[in-house]
């Protein structure tokens, strides 16, 4: 099955600075590759996502990008503010499944 | 227009005892997923349901898990004879088509305590 690895587990940066998060999967076959954003006590909230055909997608201060070669895949964030504080999952689906085999996790925090 | 919902958002069991949780995916949603999120760490798939078929239940930790949706809309999570290790947070999410590869909304989950 699908195995994802995700680093760091940690991530403190000053508000305005840049955040990179790291992914890296195991199934060469998964074929999509969303991020989603876990607040204290409330539900993972999709922030944006990538499909195996794309090799980067941004959304205002989001960006994802996508190595199929070496099957991994990052989320960059830029400008960070203090609403972003949050604990980041990535996960990727297989094209035969259908459920989300998720990294461990980066509990990001940006300090004022 | 509402999203997915879970009841009861916290349960507390003593060992041995029976729990069920309820899963209200948004309407019209056909693929429905339970994950289990154990403290600090990411959510690990369950099951999986397509309308009322359960597709997969290859993430089930035991047999003490069983899951249903018999009208393909609500699911229930039902945990025979609790154990401490049953201890974490239950979520569930549901996704409008069938195939991989579509959002998948999640609700705000069980946190269900074994003591």
């Known amino acids: 099955g699908e195995n994802v690895e995700q680093h760091p587990s940690t991530l403190s940066v000053q508000e305005g600075d840049s955040a990179v998060i790291k992914c890296t999967y195991s199934d060469s076959a998964s074929n999509y590759f969303p991020w989603y954003k876990q607040e204290l006590g409330k539900r993972p909230q999709l922030i944006i996502d990538i499909r195996s055909n794309v090799g980067e997608k941004k959304d205002q201060r989001i960006a994802v990008t996508l190595n199929k070669t070496a099957k991994h895949f990052s989320l960059h964030i830029t400008e960070t503010q203090p609403e972003d504080s949050a604990v980041y999952f990535c996960?990727?689906?297989?094209?035969?499944?259908?459920?989300?085999?998720f990294g461990g996790g980066t509990r990001l925090m940006v300090k004022p | 227009g509402a999203g997915v919902s879970q009841s009861p958002r916290y349960k507390v069991a003593k060992r041995g005892q029976d729990v069920a949780l309820r899963c209200d995916p948004i309407s019209g949603h056909v693929s429905l997923f339970w994950y289990q999120q154990a403290l600090g760490q990411g959510p690990e798939f369950l099951t999986y349901?397509?309308?009322?078929?359960?597709?997969?239940k290859s993430g089930l930790p035991s047999d003490r898990f069983f899951a249903e949706r018999p009208e393909g809309s609500v699911s229930t999570l039902k945990i025979q004879r609790t154990q401490q290790e049953d201890s974490a947070v239950y979520l569930c999410a549901s996704s409008l088509a069938t195939s991989g590869g579509n959002e998948q909304f999640f609700g705000p989950g069980t946190r269900l305590t074994v003591l």
């Open positions: 996960a990727a689906v297989d094209n035969a499944g259908n459920m989300l085999t």
């Open positions: 349901f397509q309308n009322e078929a359960q597709l997969d």
